[in-house]
């Protein structure tokens, strides 16, 4: 069994509360952050204590570095000191071509996707190295390697920064007992798809994927509890790919 103190970023709802339900499954007490919808936060930390678990929420918009420093500091109050992160938190934007893509659009995914796990993980990073042991898991994606075209380039390419940080850090923290990893899912059952303004998207993909059919957010939380776990002490510097073959 596992135990430690884990947060997860974005962690109210699809693959960041599958994770807080798994991870707290697996002894893990969990602090989830949210920026919006409370009930779903609290109703995830409900099913958590109700299983025998121990789990907080924490507002919070990872964008900002005081909030950033104000999940960490609520963390490390109510939960003792942080073993591991998830950087969950992340946006699209609406779907379209990138021509028609606003300034604002990209800098609001950029902000959210790339400085804000940046942020995050400098926080675990400053409490990891005293204790020279760590995890974290960065929330990439398979665009990152296919792009995106006519859907949300500027996602994409928010992703493929996550994959040259996961990569660098990794390799600089290495040394000190601290590992860095990241998944890649494919397209998942998640409310992603309404928030970019096309929730058929699913039905429109699936076909795409070799295994036609989209990954339930349990099967992405799976590979991220994994790699947090002494099961995957030797593993670091990598993108696991979870997507069906795609």
Same mark, same amino acid.
């Given at each position: 069994?596992?135990?430690?103190?884990?947060?997860?970023?974005?962690?109210?709802?699809?693959?960041?509360?599958?994770?807080?339900?798994?991870?707290?499954?697996?002894?893990?007490?969990?602090?989830?952050?949210?920026?919006?919808?409370?009930?779903?936060?609290? +109703?995830?930390?409900?099913?958590?204590?109700?299983?025998?678990?121990? +789990?907080?929420?924490?507002?919070?918009?990872?964008?900002?570095?005081?909030?950033?420093?104000?999940?960490?500091?609520?963390?490390?109050?109510?939960?003792?000191?942080?073993?591991?992160?998830?950087?969950?938190?992340?946006?699209?934007?609406?779907?379209?071509?990138?021509?028609?893509?606003?300034?604002?659009?990209?800098?609001?995914?950029?902000?959210?996707?790339?400085?804000?796990?940046?942020?995050?993980?400098?926080?675990?990073?400053?409490?990891?190295?005293?204790?020279?042991?760590?995890?974290?898991?960065?929330?990439?994606?398979?665009?990152?390697?296919?792009?995106?075209?006519?859907?949300?380039?500027?996602?994409?390419?928010?992703?493929? +920064?996550?994959?040259?940080?996961?990569?660098?850090?990794?390799?600089?923290?290495?040394?000190?007992?601290?590992?860095?990893?990241?998944?890649?899912?494919?397209?998942?059952?998640?409310?992603?798809?309404?928030?970019?303004?096309?929730?058929?998207?699913?039905?429109?993909?699936?076909?795409?994927?070799?295994?036609?059919?989209?990954?339930?957010?349990?099967?992405?939380?799976?590979?991220?509890?994994?790699?947090?776990?002494?099961?995957?002490?030797?593993?670091?510097?990598?993108?696991?790919?979870?997507?069906?073959?795609?």
């Amino acid at each position: 069994m596992t135990s430690g103190c884990l947060i997860i970023t974005g962690g109210s709802r699809g693959i960041g509360a599958a994770t807080a339900r798994l991870a707290a499954e697996r002894g893990y007490r969990v602090c989830l952050n949210y920026v919006r919808d409370e009930a779903a936060a609290l +109703a995830t930390v409900a099913d958590i204590t109700k299983a025998g678990g121990t +789990a907080i929420a924490v507002a919070g918009n990872v964008s900002s570095r005081d909030d950033v420093d104000n999940l960490f500091r609520i963390a490390e109050k109510e939960l003792g000191p942080i073993d591991a992160l998830v950087n969950n938190a992340g946006i699209t934007g609406p779907i379209r071509h990138f021509i028609d893509t606003d300034c604002a659009t990209i800098r609001e995914v950029f902000d959210t996707n790339v400085l804000g796990s940046m942020y995050c993980a400098q926080e675990a990073i400053r409490r990891f190295l005293p204790r020279r042991a760590g995890a974290i898991v960065n929330l990439s994606s398979v665009a990152a390697t296919t792009g995106a075209p006519n859907e949300y380039i500027h996602y994409a390419a928010s992703k493929a +920064a996550i994959d040259a940080f996961t990569l660098g850090l990794a390799r600089e923290v290495a040394v000190y007992g601290i590992r860095v990893n990241a998944v890649a899912p494919g397209s998942t059952l998640t409310d992603i798809h309404a928030s970019a303004g096309e929730p058929d998207r699913p039905a429109r993909v699936k076909n795409r994927i070799p295994m036609h059919r989209l990954a339930d957010p349990g099967e992405i939380a799976s590979a991220i509890v994994w790699l947090l776990s002494e099961e995957a002490s030797y593993v670091t510097g990598t993108v696991l790919r979870v997507s069906g073959g795609f």
